[in-house]
């Protein structure tokens, strides 16, 4: 059974303003790992908000574990991670984390010990009682994503969540949530502008067109698991990479500027082929 | 990355943060000291007369000459200012959660309030003199609260909506509704800001309260001691009473200030040198 299944979703903002998204079907099933690409503004992270039901859709249906995406929300079956963090400056790392379990009633003593759980997983053993403003960047999305993954969501939605940090870190977290994601077993649905991150970290690549966001097509990454350091080495990722280069070249996602005749011909080719 | 992190301010020993504060108020204090020397020096070696500009030693002298009828007058004001500002405070407060909450109210009525802040409010004493009684405090609380009123209802009115919309995304993908929003996201995240229009206010009542005075009232209120005395040309009288009401005002904000350092110790302006 799908986790998430959207059929026909489209999303116009404003009365018959800007459509940022057309004809959305997509099937994600249970433990996968699914990456959106594509250029800036094709409505990535308005998907990633129609999965979650923080924005409805004009069209077309959410479906998530076989309930409406609205009865999931409230059934708390969604962990999120922004690209900021979003702590609450007013609450130490501890009590950022345990936020959600709070909020669902938990008592005190089993949610410090799941708080504790949370905090060794993200290795920030010793900062439970820092405030946000105490922390770098990277640790901050570290506590970011312990919150997400306290209530053991069954999906987690990440929205360019590590897009604000440097490079070196950006990796060392991919790794480290590639390991989480393997331990928890959810779903992950990440939003990226990042071809390399998709890659490295999906099992498969989502990629969207320019302006009305449409599915270009879907490249399966199948590079061995667990990946590593080592993955990017491989002549395969390398591959993986050209294939979705391709993808969003033929959905405008490289010229952006001048969306000519041709390159709307090689949109619906490609879509053709896919299909 | 642990070098990254911003050590909170530590407490130290009583002897060691005593120290600190020295250190911190030595600068000031040498300032009003020379300031006070610089008044007495140039009045004296001048020759100013007392009616003009009485040395401080007089004022100081008188503060304590005149203690029987200036300190029972200045608490008496001191109860005003107070009962006008908590009056004021918690209306300002209970109607910015309205406004907060229905935005539409907000819109219908924030221009009137903006318009009735634009009126000189202090040229109301008189009426307020006429409608709750001279004699009795409600007529200078009624100055004060209504002087306290408009800056502690914008503060908490833009802390409460300035919240950012990821924060409130967080939220309800944990299914929580208004209230909770406002329990735990709204209200703490409104808390500086409803302290800066506290403080602010402060000073309001203690002017509202002795402008009120001004219009007339019990015979024992500093505002009528300060016009009594500088209409029988007993300046130095005055001048201790406008002192007092000066080291009374600097206390009710010093007492609010210090209010606020003690619920928001997580505030990052809590760090030192930061204020």
């Not at chain 1, 900062?127 to 209530?151: D, K, T």
């Not at chain 2, 009735?116 to 202090?122: D, F, K, T």
């Not at chain 2, 609260?145 to 993908?173: D, H, K, W, Y």
Request: hydrophobic share 50%; with cysteine; net charge negative.
């Amino acid at each position: 059974m799908s986790v998430v299944s959207l059929k026909k979703v489209a999303k116009e903002f404003g009365a018959g303003g800007v459509k940022a998204l057309e004809a959305i079907d997509l099937e994600i099933a249970e433990g996968e790992f699914i990456s959106l690409i594509g250029p800036s503004g094709c409505g990535k992270s308005t998907l990633l908000r129609i999965i979650g039901d923080l924005i409805q859709p004009t069209a077309g249906d959410a479906v998530v574990n076989g309930k409406s995406a609205h009865q999931a929300r409230l059934d708390r079956d969604y962990g999120i991670v922004f690209q900021d963090a979003v702590l609450f400056d007013w609450r130490t790392v501890a009590k950022n984390i345990g936020l959600p379990l709070e909020m669902m009633g938990w008592d005190r003593g089993k949610r410090s010990e799941r708080v504790k759980e949370m905090v060794e997983l993200v290795e920030l053993t010793g900062f439970e009682g820092h405030h946000p403003w105490q922390l770098s960047g990277g640790m901050q999305q570290r506590v970011s994503i312990a919150r997400a993954l306290s209530f053991d969501p069954s999906i987690l939605l990440m929205d360019e969540p590590f897009g604000a940090l440097d490079e070196m870190t950006r990796e060392r977290l991919n790794l480290e949530l590639l390991r989480i994601w393997e331990a928890s077993g959810s779903t992950v649905v990440f939003v990226t502008h990042s071809i390399s991150e998709a890659v490295f970290l999906s099992t498969r690549v989502v990629v969207m067109s320019a302006r009305p966001g449409r599915i270009v097509g879907i490249v399966d990454v199948d590079l061995p698991q667990p990946r590593s350091i080592d993955t990017r080495e491989e002549p395969r990722f390398a591959e993986l990479i050209r294939e979705v280069r391709q993808l969003l070249r033929r959905g405008g996602g490289f010229d952006v500027e001048e969306p000519t005749p041709t390159g709307e011909e090689d949109f619906i080719v490609a879509e053709e082929q896919l299909q | 990355m642990s070098s990254t992190v911003v050590e909170p301010v530590p407490r130290g020993t009583l002897g060691a943060r005593v120290g600190r504060g020295l250190q911190d108020w030595l600068p000031a204090a040498v300032v009003f000291v020379a300031g006070i020397a610089l008044w007495e020096g140039l009045v004296r070696g001048l020759d100013i007369q007392n009616f003009l500009l009485p040395p401080p030693s007089d004022i100081t002298q008188t503060l304590w000459t005149e203690r029987e009828t200036l300190w029972p007058a200045a608490w008496f004001t001191f109860e005003e200012a107070f009962g006008g500002w908590v009056i004021g405070c918690s209306a300002a407060i209970v109607w910015a959660l309205l406004l907060a909450r229905w935005p539409v109210v907000a819109a219908a009525v924030m221009p009137f309030a903006i318009a009735a802040n634009a009126v000189p409010i202090i040229a109301f004493a008189p009426i307020t003199n006429n409608w709750f009684g001279a004699l009795n405090q409600t007529s200078k609380m009624v100055i004060a609260a209504v002087l306290c009123f408009f800056p502690v209802l914008v503060n908490t009115l833009r802390g409460l909506t300035s919240v950012r919309p990821q924060q409130i995304e967080l939220m309800r993908s944990y299914g929580a509704g208004q209230t909770q929003i406002f329990r735990r996201v709204r209200i703490p995240n409104a808390l500086p800001y409803i302290f800066t229009g506290l403080k602010v206010a402060t000073v309001l009542a203690m002017i509202g309260a002795i402008v009120g005075d001004y219009f007339g009232g019990s015979q024992n209120a500093l505002g009528i001691q300060i016009r009594r005395q500088a209409g029988v040309f007993a300046f130095t009288e005055a001048w201790a009473a406008i002192m007092i009401a000066s080291i009374l005002g600097i206390a009710f904000y010093a007492a609010v200030a210090a209010l606020e350092r003690l619920t928001m110790g997580w505030h990052p302006s809590a760090r030192r040198g930061a204020e």
